[in-house]
């Protein structure tokens, strides 16, 4: 599914931040979140999102969801910039798979919830997704995760 993000706004205030902007570590990841109301404002780290009791579950889901390899930033001549990514991989179909995914997260894994990094999240999927019947896949849109103009 073609998927819309919204960038959080304490990762925003990072990136104007070199100094906060170079402590950004880990793997960039997208998980699948049951329904989860992201606070925009104020969310910072994957913590503030109770993994535990919201994240999906199931087989062929592995748990802090999927890498999404060669983040970049671009711009291009007439000042646009892009921040993009690989698709993760699809999350196959399986008869004990997850049900009622709602929302996809996108952060900067540490391993550890309190330090992972929010980036962005998802417009709500409309129905819950699952993996029980058929393949889910999660395609970022084709301009890329986030665009700025000038």
Same mark, same amino acid.
């Given at each position: 599914? %073609?998927?819309t993000?919204?960038?959080? =706004? ?11 902007? /170079?402590a ?6 997208l998980?699948?979140?049951? /329904? ?11 913590? =503030?999102l ?10 062929n ?5 999927n /890498?999404c390899? /060669?983040?970049t930033?671009?711009? =291009? %001549? ?8 690989? =698709? ?31 980036v ?23 301009a890329?995760?986030y665009?700025?103009?000038r």
């Amino acid at each position: 599914m %073609a998927t819309t993000f919204n960038l959080f =706004d304490t990762y925003r205030k990072t990136l104007a931040d070199p100094t906060r902007a /170079a402590a950004v570590a880990g793997t960039l990841k997208l998980a699948l979140f049951k /329904a989860v109301t992201p606070d925009q404002n104020v969310h910072d780290f994957l913590n =503030d999102l109770v993994p535990g009791t919201n994240e999906v579950t199931g087989s062929n889901y592995t748990a802090r969801g999927n /890498a999404c390899a /060669a983040p970049t930033w671009t711009m =291009d %001549a007439a000042g646009l910039i892009t921040y993009d990514a690989t =698709d993760p991989a699809t999350w196959l179909q399986h008869a004990t798979g997850f049900t009622a995914a709602r929302r996809a997260i996108l952060y900067w894994d540490t391993g550890l919830d309190a330090t992972s990094t929010l980036v962005g999240y998802s417009n709500d999927f409309g129905a819950d997704a699952s993996n029980i019947a058929a393949d889910v896949s999660v395609a970022f849109a084709a301009a890329g995760i986030y665009t700025a103009p000038r």
